[in-house]
């Protein structure tokens, strides 16, 4: 299929040709192209940067990540509801963040969003207003009980979520999360895997990468064979913190930085549906007081860590989690394959013959959101996903594959960069 009009631009090769099964095993890149990614690999992050005075206005504003984006014509452009049924959702987790009501369940015309839960009784009223809910509870456990509810959307602190996604299964109920998956535990990831298995219901990360345009344009094109095997990717997560955002139980103070790895490793696992095999991690400290080992529950002394993995398909991703990279937001990623690459907005390789890669059209009541305008479309594919009774994008097989990759890597920054294999996960 002929590429449709959309968020993304598309830029063929010109006289690029589709390569035989010979010519495959070397590069299929002209000498300009092998230029662009030599440089890109070797520029990295310098060739993203912000300017210092926009970012700084823009933090004045909003959390990092919440910068809404613009909503244009093409948003709803061919929207059709697939039924008119309405899944009685229940929403846990407020926070500073205002996360809960951030993703447009309320605003979803097969939603009805029946319940609502926050740990703060204000902001748990506070929730309860902006999801136009009466009804509230005090904690996720005590929501699970009602029977009303098919589906849960848990938004709670990063330490939870594996064990509040048990607790929403084991109670019948569709799940999703927040990422990570799970937080610096292979026994969680064990648990919650076992547990989706069993229930046989609908877990899905809300990882925001994966419906970032060029994320997504990125997975339409390799799965049309547009830039056949993955030799090098790279996925950067750069969120500052001067000090901590407020959190539960202040988890985010002191965090390891790869424990919370999903906005980078998805420009891999997202755009291939493959996993990490091994990890090569070194790690840093800028200096910021609460990531000292004696001054965090984590007694972490990395405030970045980058990651060079082995993927499923032999080639190199390095990834990377920076919290002390100053004056600088965003959430990026690069792929260069044997026949063509793309970095930011631009395809450039062999294929001529294009597939549609625009995100699937949202109804006009639901905005995307933040992060990359994604929130909106994470939550149509969850909605989708239970009408339609089919496996949802981030599912939980790919979501123990965007994060536990980061839990190894940051044992292998313990040990000096030892290289160490990463466990793969399948239903």
């Known amino acids: 299929m002929a590429s449709k009009k959309s968020d993304i631009h598309i830029q063929p090769e010109s006289g690029s040709q589709p390569s035989n099964t010979a010519s495959r095993s070397k590069s299929n890149l002209d000498i300009a192209s092998r230029r662009t990614f030599l440089q890109a690999a070797g520029l990295g992050a310098a060739a993203i940067g912000l300017g210092k005075s926009a970012f700084a206005e823009e933090k004045e504003k909003t959390i990092q990540g919440f910068e809404k984006a613009q909503r244009d014509a093409n948003t709803s452009k061919g929207w059709e509801p697939v039924s008119d049924r309405k899944i009685r959702v229940g929403i846990v987790g407020y926070g500073v963040c205002k996360f809960g009501a951030a993703f447009s369940f309320q605003d979803h015309p097969n939603v009805?969003?029946?319940?609502?839960?926050?740990?703060?009784?204000?902001?748990?009223?506070?929730?309860?207003?902006?999801?136009?809910?009466?009804?509230?509870?005090?904690?996720?456990?005590?929501?699970?009980?009602?029977?009303?509810?098919?589906?849960?959307?848990?938004?709670?602190?990063?330490?939870?979520?594996?064990?509040?996604?048990?607790?929403?299964?084991?109670?019948?109920?569709h799940v999703a999360t927040a990422v990570p998956a799970v937080w610096g535990s292979l026994e969680d990831a064990e648990k919650l895997l076992e547990t989706v298995k069993s229930t046989g219901l609908k877990y899905m990360m809300f990882e925001t990468s994966a419906f970032h345009a060029d994320c997504y344009a990125m997975r339409q094109i390799y799965k049309a064979g547009g830039f056949g095997k993955l030799i090098y990717s790279e996925g950067e997560y750069y969120h500052f913190l001067d000090s901590p955002i407020d959190s539960?139980?202040?988890?985010?103070?002191?965090?390891?930085?790869?424990?919370?790895?999903?906005?980078?490793?998805?420009?891999?696992?997202?755009?291939?549906?493959?996993?990490?095999v091994s990890v090569s991690c070194t790690g840093s400290n800028c200096g910021l007081?609460?990531?000292?080992?004696?001054?965090?529950?984590?007694?972490?002394?990395?405030?970045?860590?980058?990651?060079?993995?082995?993927?499923?398909?032999?080639?190199?991703?390095?990834?990377?989690?920076?919290?002390?990279?100053?004056?600088?937001?965003?959430?990026?990623?690069?792929?260069?394959?044997?026949?063509?690459?793309?970095?930011g907005t631009e395809y450039h390789g062999a294929m001529t013959d294009l597939p549609d890669i625009s995100r699937p059209p949202l109804p006009p009541s639901v905005d995307?959101?933040?992060?990359?305008?994604?929130?909106?479309?994470l939550t149509n594919e969850f909605v989708h996903a239970i009408l339609q009774d089919r496996k949802p994008m981030v599912d939980i097989i790919q979501a123990l594959n965007m994060t536990v990759c980061g839990i190894i890597a940051n044992d292998s920054a313990v040990r000096d960069g030892e290289r160490l294999k990463v466990p793969q996960y399948s239903l």
């Open 368 to 377: 995307p959101g933040s992060h990359g305008g994604s929130h909106g479309y």
């Open 112 to 173: 009805e969003v029946v319940a609502v839960s926050d740990l703060f009784p204000d902001r748990c009223a506070d929730l309860a207003k902006a999801c136009r809910c009466s009804k509230t509870y005090p904690s996720l456990e005590e929501l699970v009980k009602d029977d009303s509810i098919e589906a849960v959307f848990v938004a709670t602190d990063a330490p939870s979520h594996a064990r509040h996604c048990i607790e929403v299964l084991k109670h019948g109920k």
């Open 289 to 343: 007081p609460d990531w000292q080992p004696e001054k965090n529950q984590y007694k972490n002394r990395f405030t970045d860590q980058i990651a060079l993995f082995e993927t499923a398909e032999g080639g190199a991703s390095r990834m990377l989690m920076c919290i002390g990279v100053r004056e600088k937001g965003d959430e990026t990623g690069r792929v260069f394959g044997e026949q063509g690459w793309m970095i």
């Open 248 to 276: 539960y139980k202040g988890w985010r103070t002191g965090s390891i930085p790869l424990w919370y790895p999903t906005h980078s490793t998805a420009y891999y696992v997202s755009v291939t549906e493959k996993p990490f």
